[in-house]
């Protein structure tokens, strides 16, 4: 009586190839291009991939996706503001970007859509007026005429490239920061209420200004940082001096707007606490409601002041 040869496993993947390793989850033999390294032994793509479907995403200490890792909305935030620059400078022409106009503000003639203040008329010498001009060109309306989403636009126009190159490192150093502990989407929601804030106030205090930046957006996340930092218990040092720095500058450089920094800081900041402070049972729903009753108000607060 002969012995029967053994058969030799084969990868069930790939019948060609020989092998004597088993995922730990099916039990099927798999080659090595099919091994995906696990906690224990390997398993086979198919077992990976359920894996995948069953697992609780991973979220960071106030909810956010992972996704924030990666800094999209942060980027994609700097690349939109430096795109309103190099719109601002094809605009004007390429002067504005080595001459004084561009610094002084006054291509902001080419945004007069854009920024926060009252109606405008450009004039034909580059000049504008906070009013209409009889027989003066096209009259842009102000916020109070109905252009309410000046106080969303205003946040991406910049007065020179100095007042450009300084918000935009400040939101890489605290955007990426943010964006990590929030992720991308409450992260943005943050972004753009502080700076919906802050221009809310900069209209309310002082109609009859002209003022653009995404400076309100910024101070609203200093002060979201810091109440981040506080919820998880952790160090606030590195933060407190930058703000009162930037506080001290607000109040002692001329043409800056007061209200706006100080508007988004506080906005920021309230914003933060309910994303900071929502309970984890139903911490989404409680986020979201919280940013959306602070969006209402300032809402009903600019219709209210016109």
Sequence with gaps: MSDVPATVPVCYRH???ETYVRCTRCDRSICPDCMNEASVGHQCPECVAEGKRTQRPVRTAFGGSAAGRAGYVTNALISLN??????????????????????????????????????ITPLPDGAMYLAAVPDAGTVYPGVWDGAYYRLFTAMFIHFGIIHLLMNMWALWILGRQLEIALGPIRFLALYLLAGFGGNVAALVFNPDSLSAGASTAIFGL???????????????????PVLIVNLVITFAVPNISIAGHLGGLVIGALAAAGLAYAPQKNRALVQGGALTLIFLVLAALTLAAS
């Design 15 to 17: 019948p060609n190839r």
């Design 222 to 240: 200093f002060a979201a940082l810091f109440v981040m930092l506080r919820r998880l218990g952790r160090d606030t040092s590195s933060v407190l």
């Design 82 to 119: 430096v795109l309103a620059a190099v719109l601002g400078v094809v605009l004007s022409g390429m002067d504005s970007l080595i001459g004084s106009s561009f610094f002084s503000g006054a291509s902001v003639v080419h945004y007069v859509g854009a920024v926060i203040g009252p109606s």
